[in-house]
Nanobody, 126 residues
């Protein structure tokens, strides 16, 4: 059984940093691509970032480019999302998603991911 578990969500002030973690169980982590998505209240889910299993490929949404950094530790089956210079508009539930094995590169499109976590809340106050 595949599990995807996010952690690290918190309430912070604008400008502060925060790092989210996502641990997966059940697949060969070294062969899966990972992505972060978010959904704010009353808004559609949007992509945030993704990283290939080789770590060679990463993509970021324009709204977070230069502020967020995605990384992974294949030995621990964990992917991280380091968020700097947080803004109130970053407030959302952040979801981690895992692709089926052997995806080439990574994609910001949610259809590329089969396994999803329950989400972790990030609240940024001004």
């Amino acid at each position: 059984q595949v599990q995807v578990v996010e952690s690290g969500g918190a309430s912070v002030k604008a400008g502060e940093p925060l790092t989210l973690s996502c641990q997966t169980f059940g697949l060969t982590f070294e062969q899966t691509s990972m992505a972060w998505f978010r959904q704010a209240p009353g808004k559609r889910r949007e992509s945030v970032s993704c990283i290939s299993w080789t770590e060679v490929t990463t993509f970021y949404a324009d709204s977070v480019k230069g502020r967020f950094t995605v990384s992974r530790d294949n030995a621990k089956n964990i992917v991280y999302l380091q968020m700097n210079s947080l803004k109130p508009e970053d407030t959302a539930v952040y979801y981690c998603a895992e692709s089926p094995p052997a995806m080439r590169g990574c994609t910001l499109h949610p259809s590329g991911y089969k396994y999803w976590g329950q989400g972790t809340q990030v609240t940024v106050s001004s």
